[in-house]
């Protein structure tokens, strides 16, 4: 579980992601009178690494922090914290449904059983946290509905609630000086559902409202900073396939056909996949 610290600019530094405990990017962001930590890791383990690396290359120590959304990655280390917490309204809420939660395997298996979680975070918990589950939910101090601007002292972070199929509460955090939009993971796809899927209409909402932003750097929690090529590329295939589903009322073959013609080639197997969640969201 090799993570490693980098700085992205003199201003933010980041900790790389890791797949098979589902660790999030940890970003900080520092101003001449504020450092923003952007989420709180995953456990309370994955926050203090992240606070010693921001320690041992000279950062100043955090003095706030943003969730991102309400998933147990971006939240169980909060506790290690000490900063003041902001959230969207939203977040807190769904927060607070996780307050009276127990973490041995038992308690979790049953919440599979029943719907309310899925084997994939179940799995990824239970990796994370091998032994020790001493979980507290830490809930949110500043809470924000739409839109909410912090200014550190020469850096501006403009945290907006933008929703999606992945957190209807997902914020992300717009870095202005440095053109940077930290996504989290509000492009992803809705993972508490019987089927993972997309929604066209909310995709499409999504998406315009993210090229609202005048960035040159997007940062996905699960994989990297990206460039805007490469965001615009994630961001044409997802149109293409809200687009191609509704025109097919969520016809599989058809769509895959018409996507072919589109990108002039044979579909590669991330994007039949990308497909097939645009398929589950029109049957769901």
């Known amino acids: 579980m090799t993570q490693q610290f980098i700085h992205l600019s003199d ?9 098979e ?42 003095t706030l922090t943003v969730v991102t959304h309400w998933h147990w990655d971006h939240i169980f280390g909060l506790a290690a914290l000490s900063t003041p917490i902001i959230s969207s309204r939203d977040t807190k809420k769904a ?24 084997e994939f975070c179940a799995k990824a918990i239970k990796e994370e946290f091998q032994k020790e589950r001493d979980i507290r939910i830490v809930l949110p101090d500043v809470l924000f509905a739409d839109e ?6 020469g850096m501006t972070c403009v945290l907006k609630q933008v929703g999606g199929d992945h957190a209807e ?10 053109k940077l939009l930290f996504l989290a993971d509000c492009t992803a796809q809705k993972m508490y559902a019987p089927k993972w899927y997309y929604d066209a209409v909310n995709t499409v909402k999504l998406l315009d409202t993210l090229d609202q932003f005048d960035a040159e750097t997007y940062v996905y929690s699960h994989w990297k900073p990206a460039t805007k090529e490469e965001f615009q590329k994630e961001a044409t295939l997802l149109r293409t396939l809200a687009e191609l589903v509704t025109k097919y009322e969520g016809n599989r ?17 991330e994007e039949l996949e990308v497909l097939d969640y645009f398929v589950n969201g029109w049957h769901k």
């Open 253 to 269: 073959e058809e769509m895959v056909r018409a996507l072919e013609v589109r990108l002039e080639r044979s579909p590669e197997e």
């Open 95 to 118: 927060m607070e449904e996780l307050v009276d939660f127990t973490w041995d395997d038992q308690a979790i298996d049953e919440r599979v059983a029943s719907g309310v979680e899925i």
């Open 21 to 62: 405990t589902d660790r999030p990017i940890l970003m900080a962001v520092r101003g001449d009178r504020h450092t923003l930590l952007i989420d709180g890791g995953n456990s309370e383990a994955h926050a203090e690494l992240f606070l010693q690396h921001l320690k041992e290359a000279g950062f100043p120590e955090p």
């Open 169 to 178: 509460d997902s914020v992300v955090v717009y870095v202005k000086e440095e």
């Open 11 to 19: 201003s933010i530094a980041y900790l790389t992601p890791v797949s």
């Open 148 to 153: 909410l601007t912090l200014d550190l002292g």
